[in-house]
Every structure is written in C-alpha cells, then in structure tokens.
C-alpha cells in the first residue's frame, strides 16, 4: 500500500511537471496569438483608411475621368480633321502638303518676320 501511494506520487508530480510546461508553452503561444491580433488590426485599420478614402472620391474621380475621356475624344476628333461638335470638316482649307525645299525656303522668309 506504502508503494502505491509513492507509485501515485511520483505519478502526480510527473503529471504535475509537464502541465507545469504545457501551461508556460500556452502561456507563449498565447502571447505571440495576442501580439498577431494586435497586428492584424492595426493592417484591418490601415485598409479601412483607404477605402474609405477611395469611397468618398470616388464619385469626383469617376467625373473626372469621364471629363478627361471626353476631352481625349475631342482632341483625336480634332487631329483627325472632324470637328467635335457636328461632324463638318474643322479646317477644310488646311491641306497637308508634301515639304519641299521651295516650301521650306518659303517657310523660312515668312518666319524672319516674327
């Protein structure tokens, strides 16, 4: 019986010992989850900051690139001799010409000028 009882205790302080180490072993794991959380909610902050910011420009920057779209529009109408407002011609008495060398010379007097 006096063995049994010293059986039981060596037993119980075995036991004892390693939940002693599970605990601190959880202890650390708990630590290292709660510093991960606390990460994370900083990155969850940070991303909440930027969307909230796209969200509320995102009506004036959709207006403005429906501004810039239409301007690139009216510019390529233009470069390419429509005029953007009814389809006519924007400058039907600008013909492109091939330079020459009389043309160039001629270029060149009238530009002495200004």
Do not use: Y
Request: aromatic content about 8%; hydrophobic content about 45%; overall charge negative.
């Amino acid at each position: 019986m006096e063995e049994d009882i010293a059986l039981a205790s060596d037993f119980s302080a075995g036991h004892r010992q390693a939940a002693h180490k599970e605990l601190a072993l959880a202890k650390g794991d708990l630590k290292t989850t709660i510093a991960d959380i606390l990460s994370l909610d900083e990155v969850a902050k940070n991303l909440h900051g930027q969307c909230d910011f796209l969200l509320k420009f995102f009506e004036e920057r959709q207006s403005k690139r429906s501004q810039e779209i239409d301007a690139l529009n009216q510019a390529k109408a233009i470069f390419s001799g429509v005029a953007a407002t009814n389809g006519a011609k924007f400058c039907p008495q600008m013909e492109l010409k091939p330079f020459t060398e009389e043309s160039i010379m001629e270029e060149a007097s009238i530009l002495r000028f200004f």
